[in-house]
């Protein structure tokens, strides 16, 4: 699949917010919100957490590879859910850049 038919599939956006630190009171404290296209997927499948335990994953945002995310980070889906993210997947394309990065919420 060529790269723009690719980014053709994302029509939804979703806004990340970076973490930064925990603040005195040991709350998650974050960056500035960006927003992204992304394809959001409503899927429940199991998946492995930061700690490797296997956890229930009901929806799945595909992101461009150029965006950078990660677990502690926030996101806020198109209906203004923020859920928690349980992994990130980077993958590859043929020659080993990263192509696209799912996450799994």
Do not use: C
């Amino acid at each position: 699949m060529a790269e723009r038919d690719f980014l053709e599939w994302f029509k939804q956006t979703v806004t990340i917010e970076p973490f930064i630190g925990v603040n005195a009171y040991a709350e998650p404290q974050y960056g500035l919100p960006a927003t992204y296209p992304a394809f959001v997927q409503r899927k429940t499948k199991l998946v492995r957490d930061r700690t490797g335990r296997e956890v229930v994953s009901t929806a799945q945002m595909y992101l461009d590879g150029t965006v950078s995310v990660g677990v502690q980070d926030r996101i806020t889906l198109p209906d203004g859910s923020q859920p928690v993210i349980l992994s990130v997947e980077v993958l590859p394309d043929e020659t080993g850049a990263t192509h696209h990065v799912v996450v799994n919420t």
